[in-house]
């Protein structure tokens, strides 16, 4: 018997993936360098997690962009 496969992690990518040197953060969804890179190796409740601060993190970081509609 085979295991199912995994379901492809959860992810807040928009494609936009441009690293700003001021902020540390990634202009398209707000994570940081490491947290990009560690992305597909964390557990499904820690990206979770990280994805529920994206919005006020790229908010604090860029006030009056507005927000990003995803």
Same mark, same amino acid.
């Given at each position: 018997?085979?295991?199912?496969?995994?379901?492809?992690?959860?992810?807040?990518?928009?494609?936009?993936?441009?690293?700003?040197?001021?902020?540390?953060?990634?202009?398209?969804?707000? +994570?940081?360098?490491?947290?990009?890179?560690?992305?597909?190796?964390?557990?499904?409740?820690? +990206?979770?997690?990280?994805?529920?601060?994206?919005?006020? +993190?790229?908010?604090?970081?860029?006030?009056?962009?507005?927000?990003?509609?995803?």
């Amino acid at each position: 018997m085979t295991a199912p496969p995994s379901a492809k992690p959860s992810s807040p990518c928009t494609k936009v993936c441009v690293l700003d040197a001021r902020t540390g953060l990634c202009e398209g969804c707000g +994570r940081t360098r490491d947290e990009i890179g560690l992305w597909g190796s964390l557990p499904e409740p820690r +990206r979770q997690a990280i994805m529920a601060t994206l919005p006020e +993190r790229l908010a604090r970081a860029y006030p009056g962009r507005g927000a990003l509609t995803r």
